[in-house]
T-cell receptor, first 113, second 111 residues
Framework: SAVISQKPSRDICQRGTSLTIQCQVDSQVTMMFWYRQQPGQSLTLIATANQGSEATYESGFVIDKFPISRPNLTFSTLTVSNMSPEDSSIYLC??????????FGPGTRLLVL | GDSVTQMEGPVTLSEEAFLTINCTYTATGYPSLFWYVQYPGEGLQLLLKATKADDKGSNKGFEATYRKETTSFHLEKGSVQVSDSAVYFCALSSGNTPLVFGKGTRLSVIA
């Protein structure tokens, strides 16, 4: 398995500002992902974080709005830029291990006012 | 593309009742299948998984069998507890693709 930590665990932000979420995993993993979970909804994949290169974004998500970094095999960041109330969600980091199982971090609960 | 369909909730059961949450999938190839659970205010936890046809995943009294002929992976538990109240997500993954999730089923167990 993998133990994943995220910082911050929650935040309240003003519209127009940006927030960077950090994800740290306790072991080297093959793949890292970022998901969004809007209130009462299922999970939507934002992007796959690629080590040393640009992230791969899903339809409807763009790098200018959600820049992602992955400098090494155990760390990634997601920035939510120029926030609006519609960005209020839980943002979840996820990793895939060599056993091809995905594990999830505890999430970052974001409220944009 | 790949997709997962699970039964709509919410599901409300009395303690010690039998639980079934239906899940069917559409996928090319031979996906791995998963059930995740999300307790209130928490992230997702892997509950069980199955990687090939006829495999049975089990954990904490929950079971699910990978049925290729019916493309299903129904979650069952013989006797639910109040502590099982949570949202349950069925998901699949084909090869190196990220998980594809169902919409989730909220379970409430009352004493």
């Amino acid at each position: 398995s993998a133990v994943i930590s995220q910082k911050p665990s929650r935040d309240i932000c003003q519209r127009g500002t940006s927030l960077t979420i950090q994800c740290q995993v306790d072991s080297q993993v093959t793949m890292m992902f970022w998901y969004r979970q809007q209130p009462g909804q299922s999970l939507t994949l934002i992007a796959t974080a690629n080590q040393g290169s640009e992230a791969t974004y899903e339809s409807g998500f763009v790098i200018d709005k959600f820049p992602i970094s992955r400098p090494n095999l155990t760390f990634s960041t997601l920035t939510v830029s120029n926030m609006s109330p519609e960005d209020s969600s839980i943002y979840l980091c996820s990793v895939r291990t060599s056993s091809e199982t995905q594990y999830f971090g505890p999430g970052t609960r974001l409220l944009v006012l | 593309g790949d997709s997962v369909t699970q039964m709509e909730g919410p599901v409300t059961l009395s303690e010690e009742a039998f639980l079934t949450i239906n899940c069917t999938y559409t996928a090319t190839g031979y996906p791995s299948l998963f059930w995740y659970v999300q307790y209130p205010g928490e992230g997702l936890q892997l509950l069980l998984k199955a990687t090939k046809a006829d495999d049975k995943g089990s954990n904490k009294g929950f079971e699910a069998t990978y049925r290729k002929e019916t493309t299903s992976f129904h979650l069952e538990k013989g006797s639910v507890q109040v502590s099982d109240s949570a949202v349950y997500f069925c998901a699949l993954s084909s090869g190196n693709t990220p998980l594809v999730f169902g919409k989730g089923t909220r379970l409430s167990v009352i004493a």
